[in-house]
């Protein structure tokens, strides 16, 4: 996908509009990405066109569904920015938290935040489990691929506020995963809401977005140590 059918896709089908600040700064954001890519390997998507459907395209299918204006977002195991910073780039009235623990993505995506001076972008260099000072303090969670569905309900659930939103955006079907988190769906108190399924136009690769509703605050003992959300999930 080149950028001109990027642009004419996202009006089409996300009746999303990119002005010409936002178009600059998604080619800036390529080739940056390209250019930290040869040394620290971000990504092993490296293609212009690739980049442009499988991470710019794929980070903004869920604004189809939800505008985040005037909200608070975390974006937990943002890696390489995706989707918080292309959130961020298209969205300038969210306030925008890219969660990233690898220190060489951190170092890129601070480069880019300040290249393309990017004020409602803030960077955190860490895990969910251990952001204590954050929780309950979101309006909105995303997780692109990151864990299973039960490990990340665990992980993104007790940043966000009660009814707030988790979004899990996810590249196959989950109903097992699904099957599999009943128990952490009623131990973290949410639910699934809203559950959509899209294709990405090339490749026709499918990608699901689960939006998952906070019922009521998380218990305290909720996220425990990671080991243990890894070893015994939910």
Not at 9 to 25: A, G, V, W
Not at 145 to 165: C, F, Q, R, W
Not at 180 to 198: G, M, T, V, Y
Request: charged residues 25%; glycine residues 2%; contains cysteine.
């Amino acid at each position: 996908m080149i950028f001109t059918e990027f642009a004419k896709y996202l009006k089409t089908n996300l009746s999303l509009e990119i002005d010409k600040k936002q178009e600059e700064q998604l080619l800036t954001y390529l080739s940056m990405l390209q250019e930290w890519n040869k040394l620290f390997n971000l990504t092993a998507i490296s293609e212009s066109e690739q980049i442009i459907e499988k991470h710019f395209l794929d980070s903004l299918i869920p604004l189809k569904y939800f505008k985040p204006v005037h909200k608070s977002l975390i974006d937990i195991g943002t890696g390489a920015g995706f989707p918080g910073l292309v959130i961020a780039i298209m969205s300038p009235l969210a306030d925008v938290t890219l969660l990233e623990p690898n220190n060489k993505k951190i170092r890129f995506l601070e480069a880019v935040k300040e290249k393309l001076g990017l004020d409602n972008v803030t960077i955190i260099s860490g895990r969910a489990e251990n952001l204590k000072s954050s929780r309950e303090t979101f309006d909105i969670a995303i997780a692109r691929a990151v864990k299973p569905l039960n490990v990340l309900l665990e992980l993104a659930i007790p940043l966000v506020k009660t009814k707030g939103l988790f979004i899990a955006m996810k590249s196959q079907n989950v109903n097992d995963e699904i099957a599999l988190s009943k128990k952490a769906f009623s131990l973290l108190k949410c639910r699934i809401a809203n559950h959509f399924e899209d294709y990405l136009p090339t490749e026709k690769d499918v990608r699901i977005n689960l939006f998952i509703v906070k019922n009521d605050v998380t218990p305290l003992k909720y996220p425990r140590a990671f080991n243990l959300i890894s070893a015994k999930p939910l």
